[in-house]
C-alpha cells in the first residue's frame, strides 16, 4: 500500500513537471506526437489539461497581484497616518520647548535655580559644513547643557532650531555667565590668542563654530543672548540684549537671514558693523595689537 502511495506520488509529480513543460515549450507536444510517442487523443487530453493548468496560475498570479496592490495601498496609507502623527507631535513638543525656554528667561524666575531651557539656531545659506551642521550637542555641552528637542535641520538653505536643557538647576544670570565665557572663547579663537584662561569645552566649541563657519558665506549661530553671524566673509560676535532676543521672538524668520540680525544688532545695512555696541573679531585683533604696544 505504502509503495502504491509513492508511485502515485511520484506519478502526480511527473504530471505536473509534464504540465509546466507544456506551458512553457507548446512545441514539444507537437514533436511527441510526430515521434509516436503519443497519440492525438493523448496530445488533446494533455493540452486541454495544460491549457487549464496555464489558467489557474495566471488567475493566482492576478489575484496574488491583485493582494500585493491592496497591501501596498493600505501600507503608503498608514504611513501616511503616522507620518501625520509624527509631525503633530514634534509640533506640540517643538510648541512645550519653546514654552520653557520662555519661562527660562522670565524676571520672575530669574533667581530661582531651575533646569533652563535655551533655543539654539544655527543658519548656513548653503549648507555645505557637515561638521558645523554636527556641532550643537558640543556647543550645548559646553556651557552644560544637553540637547532637549530637535526636530531636525531642513535642506537647502541649511536651518535647525533646536533647545538645550541644563544639566543641573541654574539661575537665568548663571546662563548669561556661561554664555559670556563662551562668547570670550570666541574672541580669543577669532584672534588666535592663548586661552589657557578658557575652560577647554569652551574652546573647543568655539573651534568647532569657527571652523565650521570657514566654507560659509552667510552664516548665523544664536545660542539664547550669543549671536554669531557672518556676513560677507567677516564674522561678529556680540550678546543680545533682552529686546532684541523679544524682536527675533516677534520675527523668527531673522534667524534665517544674516543680513536682518545685523541690522537688528548694528543697524541699517548703510552703517559699519563696527559701529554697533560689539564689534567684528577683526577690528577687536586691531584694538588688542594698540594695547599690546
Known amino acids: 500500500m505504502a509503495t502504491g502511495n509513492v508511485l502515485e506520488a511520484r506519478l502526480a509529480a511527473l504530471e505536473s513537471l509534464l504540465m509546466r513543460l507544456l506551458v512553457r515549450h507548446p512545441d514539444y507536444l507537437a514533436e511527441l506526437i510526430a515521434q509516436g510517442n503519443l497519440s492525438p487523443a493523448q496530445s488533446g487530453d494533455i493540452r486541454g489539461a495544460a491549457e487549464s493548468t496555464s489558467q489557474a496560475a495566471l488567475s493566482k498570479l492576478t489575484q496574488n497581484f491583485d493582494n ?75 556651557i552644560g547643557f544637553d540637547i532637549f528637542f530637535d526636530p531636525g535641520g531642513k535642506p537647502g538653505s541649511w536651518f535647525d532650531r533646536l533647545f538645550g536643557r541644563s544639566e543641573d538647576p541654574i539661575t537665568r544670570n548663571e546662563v548669561y555667565e556661561r554664555l559670556r565665557k563662551l562668547e570670550r572663547a570666541l574672541e580669543l579663537k577669532g584672534i588666535e590668542a592663548p586661552q589657557a584662561q578658557v575652560d577647554e569645552r569652551l574652546a573647543n566649541a568655539a573651534s568647532t563654530i569657527l571652523k565650521g563657519l570657514e566654507n560659509e558665506q552667510e552664516a548665523a549661530v544664536v545660542l539664547g543672548s550669543l549671536c554669531v553671524l557672518k556676513k560677507d566673509n567677516r564674522v561678529a560676535i556680540t550678546s543680545l540684549s533682552q529686546e532684541q532676543v523679544l524682536a527675533i521672538r516677534k520675527n523668527p524668520q531673522l534667524l534665517r537671514s544674516p543680513i536682518g540680525l545685523q541690522e537688528l544688532v548694528f543697524g541699517p545695512a548703510t552703517q559699519s558693523p563696527q559701529s554697533g555696541k560689539t564689534a567684528a573679531i577683526e577690528k577687536r585683533t586691531r584694538g588688542r595689537d594698540k594695547r599690546k604696544r
Open 68 to 142: 500585493l496592490t491592496r497591501s501596498l495601498i493600505e501600507e503608503r496609507d498608514h504611513t501616511k497616518r503616522r507620518l501625520t502623527a509624527l509631525e503633530q507631535a514634534a509640533r506640540r513638543e517643538g510648541a512645550y520647548a519653546e514654552m520653557l525656554a520662555l519661562i527660562s528667561e522670565q524676571d520672575a524666575f530669574a533667581d530661582i535655580p531651575m533646569n533652563r531651557v535655551l533655543p539654539l539656531s544655527i543658519y548656513l545659506k548653503f549648507g555645505q559644513s557637515f561638521q558645523m551642521q554636527s556641532s550643537a550637542p558640543q556647543l550645548l555641552y559646553a
